[in-house]
């Protein structure tokens, strides 16, 4: 089967850095993706790591082991409005049709 | 904003009756994705199109089926909606860029009594 594994909660404050991880179990891989969404909202992609290594984007930053089926999402001078849910979520499969599938979910609490 | 809209953004039937969604995209994408999200499950993928009339299931097709007669419109349809489809329903397209990048509508949240 696929299945993926994430913290289901995380607290940090303000100004901190903050480290969710996820670690996968897919039958072909095609990369690894991260999505946030805010209550009430639709997910928002964040970053995409088809290759090993670490992916920077701003305050964010994505790593990626295939050969340890792990990644995690790092998210730097945390703010208030980082407060939401973060999804890891894989690309499986034999062919490259986009399909995702996606973890449970960790829900991102940020503490003045 | 990759100008995707859903309807109805809200709705309540009752057990039994057919139900359908509607995914509209302006920006030609060829893939396109419907997931439900439920407490505790995450997003999951219930059916995906590759092209006009090319679908496949995803992994909780059972009770849904899609049609994607134009590029613009994919159709998710509950044949007769039980209350474990309850659920807030996403629409998807898939970016350009090559990196997997998907784009989702505003949902669709169904209540079925």
């Known amino acids: 089967g696929q299945s993926l594994e994430q913290p289901s909660e995380v607290t940090a404050v303000e100004g901190a850095i903050v480290q969710i991880n996820c670690t996968y179990q897919?039958?072909?891989?095609?990369?690894l993706s991260w999505y946030q969404q805010h209550d009430g909202g639709a997910p928002t992609f964040l970053s995409y790591?088809?290759?090993?290594g670490l992916e920077e984007t701003g305050r964010f930053s994505s790593f990626l082991s295939r050969s340890d089926s792990y990644g995690y999402l790092l998210l730097q001078e945390l703010q208030m409005k980082d407060s939401a849910s973060y999804f890891c979520?894989?690309?499986?499969?034999?062919?490259?049709?986009?399909?995702?599938?996606f973890g449970q979910g960790t829900t991102l609490q940020v503490k003045p | 904003d990759a100008g995707i809209t859903q309807s109805p953004r809200h709705k309540v039937t009752e057990t039994g009756t057919p139900v359908t969604l509607r995914c509209h995209q302006t920006?030609?994408?060829?893939?396109m994705y419907w997931y439900r999200q439920d407490p505790g499950h995450g997003l999951r993928l219930i059916h995906y199109?590759?092209?006009?009339?090319?679908?496949d299931k995803g992994e909780v097709s059972d009770g849904y089926s899609v049609s994607r007669s134009k590029t613009e419109d994919f159709l998710l349809t509950l044949e007769s909606a039980t209350s474990s489809q309850t659920s807030v329903y996403f629409c998807?397209?898939?970016?350009?860029?090559?990196?997997?990048?998907?784009?989702f509508g505003p949902g669709t949240r169904l209540t079925v009594l």
């Open positions: 998807a397209i898939r970016g350009l860029a090559g990196d997997n990048e998907q784009f």
């Open positions: 897919t039958s072909g891989f095609y990369g």
């Open positions: 790591n088809a290759l090993d």
């Open positions: 979520a894989v690309s499986p499969g034999s062919g490259n049709t986009g399909k995702l599938i």
């Open positions: 920006e030609n994408h060829r893939y």
């Open positions: 199109s590759y092209g006009v009339k090319d679908t």
